[in-house]
């Protein structure tokens, strides 16, 4: 390369001087500046292209417009730029004091050291500098030496082929975009008549649903058009499409899509491309079987209902919900009325099934909510009932003796009555206490079947009891079973009274008590009084006391 400067008034003298002392040095500056400005007008170049691809291609998915010629269009347009500023770099000669500017500009603290150098001229006697000519001739490269000149516009040339490949990325890719979305045709520069605008082309729609296939044709309208729709591993179908009255639209399509195809649109010996129809399945429930483990005081062994929706089992038992998807899925969970959520795990044998197991503690209805892969949920979740049935406490009936008694110390009480529990009786009799006595138990009878009815049968002779006039008998019926927390439970019946009368004491209905007996009828119905509160104070007392925690059954007597 030919050292000249581009003062034209610079004589060759001038010339070898700076190529002597600068050139050296401003050379490799000039080359990368050469090159900075080629690579920033090939990125202008290949982004303006890039974005005006772009509107095309926002104007042909918005507006309909057809896109067949833009991209040879864009193409030729982009090239010819890029060979017009391959042209021009080509011719570009070097421009010392140009460059002397740029260096100066990105190091002020040169001063215009460099572009004074640049501009020295030689004696026109000598043929040489003087003595400050020189010296500024060294200061310049002094300063080079100690922070080279070339750092800055070599940081400038990385970016710049950065940008570059960046903006050829994106030229390439809408370049790509554009040969993709033009129709298939023949026509020059896009003539609209063959404009096609297929509905809904690449689409996905539910398994079992139709698919409607419109066609709008922008111009001239062909006779007639059909669709060719091609199943995966099936056979290509051809279904004609219908007009539609005066509007340039065609219309048909698949009643049922059972699986992926793909289609097209074929008219006046030309054909659309091939667009895809993916089919996908909403996350449904198919079936759901329930596991019951029952406490192990009720004697139940485990039971499994196929395909329900409502459980009911006992407070404490043990349900395994087992819910067969028809796929998998990427959450399952059921929620309850409260928003309360108990996530269902999947099964690690099979794919489609999700468990949950928990004990039945209370009443719940819950809702199966499923979400896909996709993030699709299930139309219409499915509602659970959960119904945990107390474990109640035996019931007693008590048929004789019916209510309060007066009875002689000769006489027998018989006792008839009648006990049932949902599960089991383990026990049950009867329990009477004579006053100044301690509570004496009767078993009479032991582990009844679930819901069986057990008689109760028993004879209690007074005079064995060595009962006493005015002395009260207080009875009751019991049974025990186990309760909720499997510990024996003991349930009794209301306590009745049983007041010992003398025995030759005779009632005659409405007979009048002789004269002189106004002192003892007073003084017998105070006692009469004293006893029946007597008697209401005993009842109060055990009703609370039966009220409180079932007691532990006590040893039986017979």
Request: hydrophobic residues 40%; proline residues 5%.
């Amino acid at each position: 390369m030919a050292g000249r400067l581009a003062d034209a008034t610079v004589g060759n003298s001038t010339c070898d001087m700076i190529y002597r002392l600068l050139e050296h040095h401003l050379k490799p500056i000039a080359r990368d500046y050469w090159r900075w400005k080629l690579w920033r007008g090939l990125a202008r170049c290949w982004a303006v292209m890039a974005l005006i691809g772009l509107g095309f291609i926002l104007l042909h998915h918005f507006a309909g417009w057809s896109s067949r010629w833009v991209f040879p269009l864009v193409s030729l347009a982009a090239g010819a730029w890029a060979l017009i500023i391959g042209r021009r770099w080509r011719k570009t000669r070097p421009d010392y004091r140009s460059i002397a500017r740029q260096i100066e500009q990105e190091n002020p603290k040169l001063h215009a050291l460099l572009l004074t150098a640049v501009e020295q001229r030689p004696d026109a006697v000598t043929g040489g500098l003087n003595y400050l000519q020189q010296r500024v001739v060294r200061e310049a490269l002094e300063h080079n030496r100690r922070r080279p000149w070339a750092n800055r516009i070599f940081e400038r040339l990385f970016f710049t082929r950065c940008a570059h490949g960046l903006a050829l990325i994106f030229f390439a890719t809408v370049l790509l975009r554009l040969r993709v979305t033009a129709p298939p045709g023949r026509l020059f520069f896009g003539m609209r008549a063959d404009a096609v605008t297929v509905t809904p082309g690449d689409t996905s729609i539910e398994r079992g649903s139709g698919l409607v296939v419109l066609v709008r044709f922008d111009g001239r309208l062909p006779a007639e058009a059909t669709l060719a729709v091609k199943p995966v591993n099936e056979n290509e179908r051809r279904i004609p499409l219908a007009k539609n009255l005066d509007d340039p639209v065609f219309g048909g399509g698949v009643p049922i899509v059972e699986g992926d195809l793909t289609y097209r649109v074929e008219y006046a010996g030309k054909e659309t491309r091939d667009f895809k129809v993916t089919v996908f399945d909403y996350p449904v429930l198919e079936r759901a079987d329930a596991k019951l483990k029952f406490p192990e005081y009720t004697g139940l062994p485990e039971k499994t209902i196929a395909d329900t929706r409502r459980v009911s089992a006992v407070e404490g038992s043990v349900l395994d919900y087992a819910f067969y998807l028809n796929k998998p899925v990427a959450s399952a969970r059921l929620v309850a009325r409260d928003k309360s959520v108990l996530p269902l795990a999947a099964d690690t044998n099979r794919a489609n099934v999700y468990r949950i197991q928990f004990a039945l503690d209370q009443n719940r209805q819950y809702e199966l909510q499923l979400v896909d892969d996709a993030g699709r949920t299930n139309k219409v979740p499915p509602q659970f009932v959960i119904e945990a049935l107390k474990n109640r406490p035996p019931e007693l009936k008590l048929a004789l003796p019916r209510g309060d008694q007066r009875v002689s110390a000769l006489e027998e009480i018989v006792f008839q009555a009648e006990a049932v529990d949902d599960f089991s009786l383990k026990a049950y009799g009867v329990a009477y206490t004579l006053a100044g006595q301690d509570t004496k138990f009767v078993q009479l009878g032991t582990n009844s079947a679930p819901n069986e009815k057990r008689q109760l049968d028993y004879l209690l002779s007074l005079e064995d009891l060595a009962a006493r006039t005015d002395q009260l008998l207080t009875y009751y019926v019991w049974a025990d079973d186990i309760g909720p927390d499997a510990r024996l439970r003991r349930t009794s019946s209301d306590m009745f009274f049983a007041e010992v009368r003398p025995f030759d004491e005779i009632f005659r209905e409405g007979e009048p008590m002789e004269g002189g007996g106004g002192g003892g009828q007073q003084g017998g119905g105070q006692a009469q009084k004293l006893a029946e509160l007597q008697k209401q104070i005993i009842n109060a007392t055990w009703k609370l006391q039966r009220g409180k925690a079932a007691a532990p059954a006590e040893s039986a007597i017979r």
